[in-house]
Structure formats: C-alpha cells, structure tokens
C-alpha cells in the first residue's frame, strides 16, 4: 500500500511568489491534513478535511494561505504571497478516522518551503 | 500557550539500557495520545498511542505510560538499539468527535550511544 505522497519535496522561492504543495493521502482516508512545521517546533495543524468539505481551518493564515480538495482524494495547499516567514516543512497526513479505537494518523514526507 | 510539552530538548542513552521520554499536557479534554518518530528530512512515522481509558500500552520494546492525574504521559524503549536515534514527538486528540487533528510537543531528541 502507498503512503501518503507529497511533491514537490523542496522548493525554493522568492518573496512574494505563489507556491503549490500536492499531496495524495492513502486510498480510503476520508480524512485529509496539512500541518506546518518549523525548525526546532512540533507540527501544526493548518487545516482539515473531511472528504471534501474543510472542517476545520481555524489555524489557516486566510489573507495569503488557501487549500482545496475538490473530489475527496487529493489535495493542494497553495500560499500566494509567500513571505520570508513562511519557509518551514509543510505536512500532509491522512486518517480513516476511527477503527476500533485507532485513528491511523500517517504522515508523508513533507515538502521543506525556503522563501528567499 | 503550549498544550503539549516535551521538557527536554534532547536525551542521550547508552545501547542496551532503557530510554525514557516524557511529555506533560495542559488540555483535560485530550483523548489519544500518541507517540511519533522522526528521522531527518522524513516525516513523522506511527510509533504507538493509548486512549485516555487505558494506563499502559505495550508493542515490543516501546511501552506507553498515561498518568491521567498528573495530565503526564511517557515512552519506555528498552532495550535502546541505535536505529531508535532520532527526534520524538508527543501528539494528542482532542475529544472533539472523529479524527480530529492532533497537537504536538516540540520534539526530545534521542541520541543512542554506542
């Protein structure tokens, strides 16, 4: 079974430029994330999916930070315009929700963002 | 305001004997807890969780504690091999229904020495 498969894996940018991160979660999880992590700090959640309707972006920088998963499957995280701030390790993971008290949480491999 | 918290930055341990790594949270309404692993340039890879009705969860050399009353959960590794070298995170649920997406501690970097 694939993982969660995320591209590109790096990418460098300069300030003020759009950029799109992709992500394909494992076949069946109806549940979609993308977190953010920085450097020395945990991830954090950006936004969540359920199917195709976001259930909760309340961590979603709005003004510059946008997500869609049109069909329920996969998903795009675009930041348009990128600031400085921005460069850190963008996440997607993927859950089936819960399955006998086990919620499946896996991750992909992550796309490190360097604004310049 | 941290809700997870990983106190220590980083912890060495010699091969062979135990590892234990500590995490403390803040937010009583925490669910599911779980524990991942991080190489670098990876992401988090599933290590093991518990629910907040059990104590103690075991699977192979990783046992998770859970300290419902002290709000303090920890990771036994034993005994540490040095492929367990790597960056730890604490995450947890919130009770809010499905799956909800988790918080995170900042991380304890395990060091197995030789």
């Known amino acids: 079974e694939a993982g969660v498969v995320q591209s590109p894996r790096y990418k460098i940018i300069e300030k003020k430029q759009p950029v799109a991160f992709w992500c394909n979660p494992i076949s069946g999880h109806n549940t979609l994330y993308w977190y953010r992590q920085n450097l020395g700090q945990g991830p954090e959640l950006l936004i969540r999916y359920e199917n195709e309707e976001a259930v909760d972006d309340s961590q979603l920088p709005k003004d510059r930070f946008s997500a869609e998963r049109l069909k329920g499957v996969d998903s795009t995280l675009k930041i348009q315009p990128a600031e400085l701030g921005d460069s850190a390790v963008y996440l997607c993971?993927?859950?089936?929700?819960?399955?006998?008290?086990?919620?499946?949480?896996?991750f992909g491999s992550g796309t490190r963002l360097t604004v310049v | 305001d941290q809700q997870v918290k990983q106190n220590s930055p980083s912890l060495s341990v010699q091969e062979g004997r135990i590892s234990i790594l500590n995490c403390d949270y803040t937010n009583s309404m925490f669910d599911y807890f779980l524990w991942y692993k991080k190489y670098p340039a990876e992401g988090p890879t599933f290590l093991i969780s518990?629910?907040?009705?059990?104590d103690k969860n075991e699977d192979g050399r990783f046992t998770v504690f859970l300290n419902k009353s002290a709000k303090h959960l920890s990771l036994h590794i034993v005994p540490s091999q040095p492929g367990d070298s790597a960056v730890y995170f604490c995450a947890a649920k919130g009770a809010g229904g499905g799956a909800d997406g988790l918080t995170f501690g900042k991380g304890t970097h395990l060091i197995i020495q030789p």
């Open positions: 993971a993927s859950s089936p929700g819960e399955i006998g008290n086990y919620y499946g949480y896996t």
């Open positions: 518990i629910s907040s009705i059990k």
